[in-house]
């Protein structure tokens, strides 16, 4: 579902549904970017100290959505760690 459908179908509830909404997804939002801010505060007690010598840039949820396997030639590599193990 687009998001535009979503949008569509919010917009037929009641005002009152539609505002219990815009709070639930304010809350998550919220939610999201204390997660988000504590994660940076940790990794930047972590570089003072050394612990690591950079702070990456956070990941993208989609990041992965247009990852396409590489075909590969022979048995697959589970059946191989399978032979393997035995």
């Known amino acids: 579902m687009s998001l535009q ?6 917009y037929k ?4 549904e539609q505002k219990s909404i815009a709070e639930s997804v304010s809350k998550h939002i919220e939610t999201i970017e204390t997660e988000d801010s504590l994660d940076m505060q940790l ?10 010598s950079e702070i ?5 949820n989609n ?12 048995e697959p590599i589970s059946e191989t760690i399978i ?3 035995r």
């Not at 509830?13 to 009152?16: A, I, M, S, V």
């Open 83 to 85: 032979r393997e193990r």
């Open 5 to 10: 459908e979503v949008l569509t179908e919010i």
């Open 43 to 52: 990794q930047k007690r972590m570089l003072a100290k050394g612990m690591i």
């Open 13 to 16: 509830l009641p005002l009152g």
């Open 63 to 74: 990041e992965f959505r247009d990852f396409t396997p590489i075909k590969v030639k022979g």
């Open 56 to 60: 990456k840039p956070p990941r993208v």
